[in-house]
């Protein structure tokens, strides 16, 4: 089962080659170096690669983002939290979905779920309700033709 070290490892290997250049993020939903999948994982990891997303192409920093006309109407040592301009920051930064950022009373009054109890149930949810989109008949056909082709060379079929 995932835990707080898998999600963590899954993060800084997909994290730094990110940063590195590396355009694939390999492994989503293997545990114990690929013996065993993890459904739950796969949700985790999804998730994980839409934030190593987010961050590859850096954070910009602009009188905008900085809120430098926020900081000069709030003023010093009153309440930025509070204020639109960080609630519309704080979603730009990140729109998890599995990742609970309620503070305490408010998650244990929830069910006190973990991470990857969350995802366990979106990914019940997605095999028992996702209904894929048929392919296309070219490729469908072009799919079959490879397939026979295959079949053909190996004398199978």
Known sequence: MADAQSGHEKTITSLLPALAGANLIYGLGM?????????AQLVMDA?????????VPGIPVTDQTLSVDVIAEVGPFSDF??????YRGMREQSRS????????EDWAAAGSTTVYERAL?????????????????????EL??????????????
């Open 31 to 39: 545990l114990e170096s690929g013996v065993t999948i993890d459904y």
């Open 47 to 55: 998730e994980f690669a839409r934030m190593v997303k987010f961050c």
């Open 81 to 86: 939290l509070s204020h639109d301009d960080t």
């Open 97 to 104: 979905q599995l990742i609970d950022r309620r503070v305490r």
């Open 121 to 141: 149930a979106e990914a019940r949810r997605i095999l028992e309700t996702h209904e894929p989109q048929p392919l296309p008949d070219a490729v469908a056909a």
């Open 144 to 157: 079959k033709a490879i397939i026979r082709a295959a079949e053909e060379e190996l004398g199978v079929g």
